[in-house]
């Protein structure tokens, strides 16, 4: 929709919430927001009043200013500060209001950048001028209430906000009294009742820990699931740092940026080294592929070892701090899979950004000119897949159908996925990229089963 989205995450901050919600004035997007989170638009008495600046003496009761904070109570400034939010910064709690900015937005500017840190040195202290465009919320005390269902409630925090679907989750990062980095995370469903994922997350966590320290020591602890109002919630660990989408948009030379990403290349190939099982530990997972993608494509891949998958190793899931790394959402974990999936998946989605290419129409060309040797990014790709393939003794006929079936096997999956956020959001999604993706791979004449440019 052309109107800004996710503002509505605003009401996550009241330490009540709301079923139902009355709206003031002119506010784009907040009505269909409202109706995705399954808060009904009322008129007269609701359990929150959401009001423009104009229309704001007339709000009683528990309210959300969107556009002039001025002297709420608690003053909620969106990141960026128009449109659709990454974040949503309290800038009552300084320590919290610090890290978000600092790690939480980038540019392609080195002014804007280092305005970001001005920005965020202010907040600390406790004295960056309030925006107009700013959120505030009044008549409403204490702590949010999935943070106060957290038992955590004397913890400051940030709200970050997942763009996209409605499905995605958004999340709390939490602060102890006097710690300037959060100790925790809050995960939270925008939808009631809609619980699917945070049962991958429980099953994730179990796999990650059966498959040995290589994996267990980058991933956040999982602490356990509750609900508030029928949101469904989750706690873990906190990953401290800057998630690597934000890092490798800095305007930083090239070969920090691949210093950066070779670290967890590296880490992917040592963890398919010390997870390979026998090949006979594939088995379920090949009946399983030659159900989804038949029985010639499967039938192709010799004998080969199977390895564990995060099955996400995306720059969004990836948290650096200076040489050191964490990996988020395990979700999709899996104890034997596919060898060479997440490496090959990992490096198509950071050397496109390391490469410069950050719109979707850039992004889908250079899949195909990273695959097939055409983009700058190509060598050192090449050099990771060769280096996995010596490491598990890989035939080299065996790499192009593994990465055919595992391309597929991501695009119908990201089908599923799509179709079931289309019914939980009720509107038509776009194809992810993970589907054009996998049209691309079968398409191009020098991609599929015999794509040998990596020897």
Do not use: C
């Amino acid at each position: 929709m052309d109107a800004p989205q996710h503002r509505a995450d605003a009401v996550f901050a009241l330490p009540r919430l709301p079923r139902t919600a009355a709206l003031l004035g002119e506010l784009p997007g907040w009505a269909e927001d409202l109706a995705e989170r399954r808060i009904e638009v009322v008129d007269g008495k609701a359990d929150v009043t959401i009001a423009d600046p104009a229309h704001a003496p007339e709000a009683r009761g528990p309210a959300i200013v969107d556009g002039d904070a001025g002297s709420s109570p608690m003053r909620l400034l969106p990141l960026p500060v128009r449109g659709s939010p990454a974040l949503f910064v309290n800038l009552g709690h300084r320590r919290a209001a610090r890290y978000a900015i600092e790690h939480g937005i980038v540019h392609g500017q080195r002014w804007r950048n280092a305005r970001n840190r001005a920005a965020a040195a202010l907040a600390g202290a406790g004295l960056l001028p309030v925006p107009r465009g700013a959120i505030g919320v009044s008549g409403a005390h204490g702590p949010p209430a999935l943070v106060g269902a957290s038992g955590l409630d004397d913890h400051e925090w940030a709200l970050f906000v997942s763009s996209g679907s409605i499905v995605r989750r958004d999340a709390f990062l939490l602060f102890p009294p006097g710690r300037r980095a959060p100790t925790h995370v809050l995960k939270f469903g925008r939808v009631p009742g809609v619980t699917v994922q945070f049962e991958r997350d429980e099953r994730g966590a179990e796999v990650a820990s059966l498959a040995g320290n290589a994996v267990a020591r980058r991933a956040p602890s999982h602490l356990g699931r509750f609900e508030v109002g029928g949101y469904p919630a989750s706690l873990e660990t906190a990953a401290v740092g800057t998630k690597l989408t934000n890092y490798l948009r800095r305007t930083i030379p090239r070969r920090r940026k691949l210093a950066a990403v070779e670290g967890v290349a590296q880490w992917l190939i040592e963890v398919a080294r010390e997870t390979a099982a026998p090949p006979e530990a594939l088995g379920p997972e090949r009946e399983r592929l030659a159900r989804e993608l038949g029985e010639e494509l499967v039938g192709s891949i010799p004998p080969v070892p199977a390895t564990f998958l995060h099955n996400d190793v995306a720059e969004e899931n990836v948290v650096v701090s200076g040489r050191d790394f964490m990996v988020l959402d395990w979700e999709w974990a899996q104890l034997h899979g596919l060898p060479l999936s997440d490496l090959v998946y990992f490096g198509v989605h950071v050397l496109r950004i390391v490469d410069g290419a950050l719109t979707e129409e850039e992004r889908d060309r250079h899949f195909v000119d990273v695959l097939t040797g055409n983009a700058e990014g190509s060598p050192v790709l090449f050099r990771w897949i060769r280096e996995l393939v010596a490491a598990l003794d890989l035939p080299p006929e065996s790499v192009g159908p593994l990465v055919t079936a595992s391309w597929l096997d991501r695009g119908r999956l990201s089908l599923v996925e799509r179709r079931r956020a289309e019914s939980v959001g009720g509107a038509p999604l776009d194809p992810a990229f993970a589907e054009r993706a996998a049209q691309a791979w079968t398409s191009q004449p020098a991609l599929g089963p015999g794509w040998s440019a990596w020897r």
